[in-house]
């Protein structure tokens, strides 16, 4: 049956009925098994659901099964749904887009670990947002990577990665904890394999715990290679509407 909807800015849409409960057990089901195949324990990868276009209700009903770390890529979208369910005080909030510096501050207030610093300048503004911020532990963040050059995606390059590293973790109020890529939108996700391992690589020579990679099409293949943070929208909440 479809049922109608409200989407994140409140407009009434006619969508087929996405079964979110049934979506999250069947992803949590391949995380395991992917886990399984490289000796992994399912306990060392987080499943960070991708809620951008979504809204309050359907966040809720992933919450309600079980989810507790969901991400976004706009502050501003975002803004209304983390204050809507402020009353579920064990999300963790996780900003995994770009971040624009006249946002800082609010990203800061509202998220609790951002994925996608994709520049030292970003990283330094946001150190000095976090000094401002008396009073709170470092604020954990990911460095954002392009790990295969793409010209359209944000990051550093792979050979700027350890010199980014070893400047920002001089930085003060923001801790880095780990690496994080998008990566190219292909139709075998074998593929992108390299790309993970690459990311992979640079995270173990930069001694970092975090590796935030795989997303709907190739997350089985991220968590081969060692992803600890896998961010997943379509295969939970469905198609997005933009
Ligand atoms: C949208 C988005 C995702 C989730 O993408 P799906 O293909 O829907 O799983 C993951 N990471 C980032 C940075 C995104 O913007």
Same mark, same amino acid.
């Given at each position: 049956?479809?049922?109608?909807?409200?989407?994140?800015?409140?407009?009434?849409? *006619?969508?087929?009925?996405?079964? *979110?409960?049934?979506?999250?057990?069947?992803? @949590?089901?391949? +995380?395991?098994?992917?886990?399984?195949?490289?000796?992994?324990?399912?306990?060392?990868?987080?499943? /960070?659901?991708?809620?951008?276009?979504?809204?309050?209700?359907? +966040?809720? /009903?992933?919450?309600?099964?079980?989810?507790?770390?969901?991400?976004?890529?706009?502050?501003?979208? $975002?803004?209304?749904? !983390?204050?809507?369910?402020?009353? @579920?005080?064990?999300?963790?909030? %996780?900003?995994?887009? %770009?971040?624009?510096?006249?946002?800082?501050?609010?990203?800061?207030? @509202?998220?609790? *670990? +951002?994925?996608?610093?994709?520049?030292?300048?970003?990283?330094?503004?946001?150190?000095?947002?976090?000094?401002?911020?008396?009073? &709170?532990?470092?604020?954990?963040?990911?460095? =954002?990577?392009?790990?295969?050059?793409?010209?359209?995606?944000?990051?550093?390059?792979? =050979?700027?990665?350890?010199?980014? #590293?070893?400047?920002?973790? &001089?930085?003060?109020?923001?801790? !880095?904890?780990? @690496?994080?890529? !998008?990566?190219?939108?292909?139709?075998?996700?074998?593929?992108?394999?390299? #790309?993970?391992?690459?990311?992979?690589?640079?995270?173990?020579?930069?001694?970092?715990?975090?590796?935030?990679?795989?997303?709907?099409?190739?997350?089985?293949?991220? *968590? =081969? =290679?060692? $992803?600890?943070?896998?961010? !997943?929208? &379509?295969? +939970?909440?469905?198609? &997005?509407?933009?």
């Amino acid at each position: 049956m479809p049922k109608k909807v409200l989407n994140c800015m409140g407009a009434v849409l *006619i969508s087929e009925t996405v079964d *979110i409960p049934s979506n999250v057990k069947t992803v @949590l089901g391949r +995380i395991g098994a992917a886990c399984r195949r490289a000796g992994r324990r399912p306990a060392g990868v987080t499943l /960070v659901a991708v809620s951008k276009g979504m809204g309050v209700s359907s +966040i809720q /009903v992933a919450y309600e099964a079980g989810v507790r770390h969901f991400g976004e890529n706009r502050v501003q979208e $975002a803004e209304g749904k !983390i204050t809507g369910l402020a009353g @579920l005080t064990d999300i963790t909030w %996780h900003l995994v887009g %770009h971040l624009q510096s006249n946002k800082l501050k609010a990203a800061m207030r @509202l998220f609790h *670990i +951002i994925h996608s610093v994709d520049s030292t300048r970003l990283a330094e503004a946001l150190s000095r947002q976090a000094t401002a911020m008396a009073g &709170r532990e470092a604020f954990p963040v990911l460095l =954002e990577v392009n790990v295969a050059r793409e010209s359209t995606k944000q990051g550093f390059d792979v =050979e700027d990665v350890p010199g980014a #590293v070893e400047a920002a973790s &001089r930085l003060r109020g923001v801790r !880095i904890v780990g @690496l994080m890529a !998008i990566a190219p939108a292909v139709d075998d996700p074998e593929e992108v394999r390299p #790309v993970f391992r690459k990311l992979r690589e640079l995270r173990d020579a930069l001694g970092l715990a975090e590796l935030s990679m795989g997303m709907t099409e190739d997350f089985e293949a991220a *968590i =081969e =290679e060692g $992803a600890t943070m896998v961010r !997943i929208g &379509r295969a +939970i909440f469905g198609p &997005r509407n933009s």
